[in-house]
């Protein structure tokens, strides 16, 4: 399909099969290459390049042609940094985890409970409540600090924090 707008022309392509092939397989090299960059792990790369794929195919997103390379690469960066974010928590939890008990974590059993904390708390806590949840206990701020930081009532971090420990407790007693 092609749209000619304000005397220019700008091309909007429609995801074929054929068409995403080609996008595959003109871009996938580029966009494993920067993955593997940041996240220095070969596996994760490419997940992460296909996981860009997959939500190209799933959203239906319209890509104009100047702008592919761009989009797809901005993606791959961004998922990176998100699997980079769930790295670091998932380290700061196994910390907060072993500063609280006397038993390291080894076992897969220990790892697995931690990744499904983590998991939980992505997909059950609204976004005000998981970023009061990292404030406080990630990043160690006081109930005023986040309050300040987020523009919220020390009432509203407390509770916010009450009502996530609380779910979280109940989540780890089934």
Known sequence: MRLVFSGAELYYYCMTKDYFETLFKMYYTKMYH?????????????????????QLLDTKTTLHAETIEAYLLTSVRHRCFSVLEHRKITEQFAQLYLSQTEEPITSSDDMERLDD?????????????QQIFRLRFLQGMSYQEVADAIGVSKVTVYNHLSQTLHKITLYFKS
């Open 34 to 54: 920067l993955a593997r960059t940041i996240l220095y792990d070969t596996d994760e790369s490419k997940d992460v390049v296909q996981e860009v794929f997959t």
């Open 117 to 129: 904390l983590i998991q939980y708390i992505e997909d059950n806590l609204p976004p005000l409540g």
